[in-house]
């Protein structure tokens, strides 16, 4: 989705770099996802992913 922002809401060029930089790591995120379940990926559930992370991190 294009930014789009008037010249008078912009208060400096980081500003607006942050907010290019940022909708490239999702655009980069769904990217990655959609490719993944391309070559065959498995999605899982929410909970089932929070449970993995726990055991893996916190046991």
Not at 25 to 49: F, H, N, P, T, W
């Amino acid at each position: 989705m294009p930014v789009i922002m008037s010249m008078k809401d912009l208060r400096n060029t980081s500003e607006l770099y942050d907010k290019f930089a940022k909708t490239n790591r999702i655009d980069q995120a769904i990217y990655e996802s959609e490719k993944e379940m391309g070559e065959g990926g498995v999605s899982i559930d929410l909970d089932e992913a929070f449970e993995k992370l726990n055991r893996k991190y916190y046991e």
